[in-house]
Every structure is written in C-alpha cells, then in structure tokens.
C-alpha cells in the first residue's frame, strides 16, 4: 500500500478552530483541518504554508507541532503531520474547498469529519485542556 506523507494547519483564532469541507474528489464533502501534500525538498513546514497559501490565499505562522496521524485509508496509507497555526495575513478565502467554518472547541463534533482527521480532534481536545489546565495554574 502507497504512502501519502501529508500536512494539516490547525488554524487557531481566540477559542476556534478553522476547519474545511473537500469540494473535490475521493472523499468530497467530507470535512478536514486544511493542508496538502509535502513536495519533494520541502520541510513540512514550508509545505504547509504553500499549501495554505495556495488553497486559502492566507499566510499563516506554524506555532508547534501537535501530532501525526498514520491511518490506512483502503486504498493508502496516511501519514498526516499536524501543527498548530495561526493566520498572519490574510482571510482564509475558500479557493478549493466548498465550505469552512470557524468551531468553537464544543463545536467540534458538529461536523462529519474525514477518518483521520476524527483522530485530529482527539488530540486537539488534549492539547486544548491540557492549555486550559497551564493557564489556571
């Protein structure tokens, strides 16, 4: 089975997380945390920028790493770099996918995300209280 090295933008504004519907392909409609294929050369972090730029028209600021996602989709596997980002310049307009929309973090199971990316939010909410427990402190 082929592998698919890929990266993912958790795009983080205040308390929400931006997330995208696939207007194209295999898995169309499905929702996801935006990103692409890494390009031979690249860093994942210079993928993940370029692949911002060119499916959101936004410059966005690769703050850490979150986790990576290996999943067997039926006909490859997925290796899937995830980071969480910021928006530096620009507003995330949709020049790929069919819809997005800001959720706020009790928001998160709104959406029939893509397999893999379910795994995504998993360790997003992990992250997300593990931030919440370091500020009350």
């Not at 090295?5 to 295999?26: C, H, P, S, W």
């Not at 596997?77 to 790929?96: A, D, P, Y």
């Amino acid at each position: 089975m082929k592998t698919v090295q890929v990266v993912a933008a958790l795009i983080i504004n205040q308390d929400k997380v931006f997330a995208t519907q696939r207007g194209y392909g295999e898995f169309k409609d499905g929702w996801e945390f935006p990103g692409g294929k890494i390009e031979p050369g690249e860093t994942p972090e210079e993928a993940l920028k370029r692949e911002i730029q060119e499916e959101l028209a936004t410059e966005i600021q690769v703050e850490q790493p979150l986790t990576t996602v290996e999943y067997d989709y039926p006909t490859f596997h997925l290796s899937m770099q995830c980071f969480i980002c910021k928006v530096e310049r620009g507003n995330l307009t949709l020049l790929e996918h069919e819809a997005a929309k800001w959720l706020s973090y009790d928001e998160l199971d709104s959406v029939d995300w893509l397999s893999a990316d379910r795994v995504v939010v998993t360790e997003l909410r992990k992250y997300l209280f593990k931030d919440q427990n370091d500020k009350e402190k």
